[in-house]
């Protein structure tokens, strides 16, 4: 079935309106974002209302209204539902969580796209904020999408069973999760700044080798009027090191070498201090992020991780990486949290005001 729809000023509201063709193994079923009227916030009871800013307000100053507390209460609260699972009853109600912090925003289109993995539903939460600015890019086409995903897993807990058992995944991925949620906040008052939209996506089943991502990729693409993004910026498992506040930077193929070295001279520019920043090529779908399905396609990608790979003079590795002892308490570099989220929020925001 081809989407009879038009690119509109909302990504999140394309993707509510049309129904274009699934791609393989999966079948994308977008729908309009439904969210109980009973449930509460564990962390705020009134709307969000960020501070405005004066359109052109500095880069610095904008990334250092992340607020730790802020993405601890996320990360907490996301943990406490038990598993993200798809298949477990604690992902819906990491879902209506999500959904209820966008809806204490002003200024966001909030939509939803699902698809269907081997029987497994899967929910997209898709954030769209839009260019206030007079002679502003308002396409989709063209925008710059930050991404993280919100579901979890404990595979190597020995016997773990994802309908039925714990996976907390605070630090994978609860950390970019609560990191994208401060940037819909902060961006929500930047809007004036902006010369093209930013896109925030919440996808699912990444554990599943990114499957909500590459439907959501595939459904884009096979719109009547295709969207592409100008540029993709992953945020995944960034709370843990003891030794070193660095990061793996993964950039997919040649084309996104010009957005790797963005990030990089941002990390410098913006003084934020993640060291080392360390530049990983990757080639295939083995390396496992939200930012594949996008860079294979031949989109500008990369992907801010802990790690990605074996242990090094750097990293010791995650003794609760995909266990049941992925738990906030583990969560102990807030330091490199910060610094993971201001990264991603930079590079990101310096794209969308150079239009």
């Known amino acids: 079935m081809t989407c009879s729809c038009v690119p509109l000023l909302g990504l999140a509201v394309i993707l509510s309106a049309c129904s274009p063709a699934a ?13 109980s009227s009973s449930s509460t916030s564990p962390t705020e009871s009134a709307r969000v209302t960020s501070s405005p800013a004066e359109p052109g307000q500095a880069i610095e100053d904008v990334v250092a209204q992340i607020d730790e ?3 601890v209460a996320h990360m907490t609260a996301l943990a406490a539902v038990g598993s993200r699972d798809p298949r477990n009853p604690g992902h819906e109600k990491a879902a209506q969580y999500l959904r209820d912090q966008l809806r204490l925003v002003s200024g966001i289109a909030t939509g939803m796209h699902q698809t269907v993995y081997q029987g497994i539903q899967l929910q997209n939460i898709i954030v769209t904020l839009s260019p206030t600015s007079p002679g502003a890019q308002t396409s989709a086409n063209g925008a710059i999408l930050i991404c993280a995903h919100y579901d979890s897993t404990a595979l190597r807990t020995p016997g773990w069973r994802p309908a039925v058992d714990p996976a907390p995944g605070a630090d994978d991925n609860a950390t970019g999760t609560a990191a994208l949620l401060e940037m819909a906040r902060i961006i929500a008052a ?53 030794i070193a506040d660095r ?10 070498a010009p957005l790797r070295d963005r990030v990089i001279a941002a990390n410098e520019r ?24 996008f860079g294979l396609a031949g989109t500008p990608s990369v992907g801010l991780v802990e790690r990605y790979g074996d242990p090094d003079a750097t990293y010791p590795g995650n003794p609760a990486f995909h ?4 738990t906030p308490e583990k969560v102990t570099n807030h330091r490199l949290w910060l610094k993971a989220a201001k990264l991603a929020l930079a590079t990101g925001l310096e794209l969308a005001r150079a239009g």
């Open 23 to 35: 791609p393989p193994r999966s079948s994308a079923s977008p729908t309009t974002p439904t969210a």
């Open 69 to 71: 507390a802020r993405l």
């Open 190 to 242: 930047e809007r004036a700044s902006l010369r093209r939209p930013i896109v925030l996506a919440f996808f699912d089943g990444e554990e599943l080798f990114f499957k909500g991502s590459a439907a959501y990729q595939q459904t884009l693409a096979g719109l009547s009027q295709p969207i592409r993004f100008a540029d993709v910026i992953d945020i995944d498992m960034v709370g843990f090191n003891p």
């Open 247 to 256: 990061l793996d930077l993964i950039w997919y193929t040649s084309a996104s």
């Open 270 to 293: 913006y003084k934020i201090g993640v060291s080392p920043l360390n530049p990983q090529l990757a080639t295939d779908a083995t390396t496992i992020l939200d930012a594949a399905p």
């Open 323 to 326: 266990t049941t002892n992925d």
